[in-house]
């Protein structure tokens, strides 16, 4: 008498589901972990569209020396020099995105120094996640 069950047959599913609780678990908890503190050759983003100082002022039109620049939203910094001071916490970073090297936004590898308000350590990742499948749909985020 034949079995109405097949052993031969792997459970896919399961297997499916695995995966995908392996792959979105690290996500999971790098998203919940808390940022951990500043140090030299860190990775940080500018918190928005900052006006930050520059440590060597740029010459922009030969008489005008201009020591502020304009750093893109979520532009990566790398951190040169963390400030020991807790009443002014400030840092020292090199400009690591916005090719374009148009006055005012910062020119890449420029040495500008920001406010720790003015950084965030993380991207957030489910925001980047959404940013992808975006484009991979083709959709527009503003609703068209």
């Known amino acids: 008498m034949p079995s109405e069950h097949s052993p031969a047959e792997p459970p896919f599913?399961?297997?499916?589901?695995?995966?995908?609780?392996?792959?979105?678990?690290?996500?999971?908890?790098y998203s919940f972990a808390?940022?951990?503190?500043?140090?030299?050759?860190?990775?940080?983003?500018?918190d928005g569209e900052q006006r930050v100082q520059l440590t060597t002022p740029l010459n922009t039109s030969g008489r005008h020396r201009d020591d502020t620049c304009v750093l893109d939203p979520d532009s990566p910094l790398i951190i040169a020099q963390v400030s020991d001071d807790p009443a002014?916490?400030?840092i020292v970073a090199h400009v690591q995105g916005n090719q374009t090297g148009e006055w005012p936004f910062c020119p890449v590898h420029a040495e500008v120094r920001l406010h720790t308000r003015q950084i965030f350590q993380k991207p957030p990742v489910?925001?980047?996640?959404?940013?992808?499948?975006?484009k991979w749909t083709g959709r527009n985020s503003n609703g068209g």
């Open 13 to 29: 599913w399961s297997i499916g589901l695995v995966a995908a609780m392996i792959l979105v678990a690290p996500l999971i908890l």
């Open 88 to 90: 002014n916490p400030s």
């Open 34 to 46: 808390p940022p951990g503190p500043l140090r030299e050759g860190d990775t940080v983003f500018s």
């Open 126 to 134: 489910f925001g980047s996640i959404r940013e992808v499948l975006t």
